[in-house]
């Protein structure tokens, strides 16, 4: 008999469940009602020699039975309390209760409108864009700064002939080009979209960001047509009493070139962070079409003329609803976003 206990403790002793149904299991093996311990028991009662070790030996079993099962009723339990506390990413995601449009899709939105409102019809084209489209029909000359490294991401990128680079659009400018070598004029054209610079990320600048373009191109457009436009557009977008002004500038691919501002609408023209203490906010470039990006897209730029113009989104979104901070727009900050609720 003793050597029957002692083969039960060898085997208890080496015996590691991996799983409750196992642990249940041995639990029956050994404390059933015709369990082994009971027939142990039982087989003691009839024995004469020996019978103080036998019990000892006995009463161990028992308890490193009681033990073992113990031990592993703890383990499976919190196993099981901790599969419950475990997240499973297969399931659906928790969904906040915010449906809205994202403030730059609702902004674009309505700048688009407005210049649907005037007939222009829109397109869009690609971000990943060749040389001739993002610079050199817009009449970029092959040194200007903005081919360099430091402002735009070249796919594709060579120092001496840039002709075929390959780079991330910096402005969406470049879409003009592809639509007016593809259709004959005239046109009036919006195009929208995702634009990159490689700049260092800020309250102000970002590394990317979104352009409205929009170009018309007929006989005889002149620069009393590209005012009309942009004093309909900022009546429209900001309100009818909006104070604006007209600067000229310098683009490669417009000439004159024109930079419009409006009164800073954070502190009303008495200068502040935004307005970099001027009391004026740049909104949008536009000039009349060079007639070197026309010949480029072989347009007779004797017969025709037009105007083009560059919105930022951001830039006027900010404005227009007081944010301080460009990062905003990308960071998918639901506070942030909750605050545009409008579908
Ligand atoms: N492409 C210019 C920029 O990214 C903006 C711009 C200025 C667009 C004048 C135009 C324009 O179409 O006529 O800064």
């Known amino acids: 008999m003793i050597k029957k206990i002692e083969y039960h403790i060898k085997y208890i002793n080496n015996f590691k469940p991996s799983n409750i149904n196992e642990l249940n299991s041995f639990k029956n093996y050994y404390q059933n009602k015709k369990g082994v311990l009971k027939l142990l028991f039982n087989e003691f009662k009839n024995i004469n020699n020996d019978k103080k070790s036998i019990g000892e030996k006995i009463n161990y079993l028992k308890k ?29 995601g928790y969904c906040y209760n915010w449906n809205g449009k994202h403030p730059i899709t609702y902004v674009n939105d309505q700048i688009i409108n407005i210049f649907n409102n005037l007939k222009f019809k829109t397109v869009e084209d690609r971000e990943i864009e060749n040389d001739w489209n993002n610079f050199s029909a817009l009449n970029f000359k092959s040194n200007h700064p903005a081919r360099d490294m430091q ?3 070249f796919i594709k990128h060579n120092l001496e002939d840039h002709r075929n680079n390959i780079m991330l659009r910096t402005h969406t400018t470049s879409v003009q080009i592809r639509y007016m070598c593809d259709n004959k004029p005239p046109f009036k054209c919006i195009t929208f979209g995702k634009v990159y610079r490689n700049e260092n990320i800020s309250s102000r600048s970002h590394c990317f960001f979104h352009q409205i373009d929009g170009f ?3 006989k005889k457009v002149s620069f009393i047509d590209l005012k009309d436009t942009i004093v309909y557009f900022i009546q429209q977008f900001f309100g009818r009493n909006t104070k604006f002004r007209m600067r000229s500038s310098y683009f490669p691919f417009t000439e004159p070139s024109v930079e419009v501002d409006i009164l800073c609408l954070l502190c009303l023209g008495k200068g502040c962070k935004i307005c970099k203490n001027t009391g004026w906010c740049e909104i949008l470039g536009c000039g009349l079409i060079d007639k070197n990006v026309l010949n480029n897209c072989n347009i007779d730029s004797n017969k025709y003329n037009g105007f083009a113009f560059g919105i930022g989104v951001e830039r006027v979104a900010s404005l227009k609803y007081k944010i ?7 960071e998918n900050d639901l506070n942030f976003l909750s605050q545009f609720n409008i579908i």
């Open 216 to 218: 018309y191109v007929n």
């Open 64 to 92: 490193i039975i009681d033990l073992k099962i113990n031990h592993y009723k703890n383990i499976f339990i919190n196993e099981k309390n901790d599969e419950k506390k475990r997240i499973d990413f297969t399931l659906p």
């Open 151 to 153: 402002d735009t991401f």
């Open 324 to 330: 301080n901070d460009i990062r905003l727009f990308s």
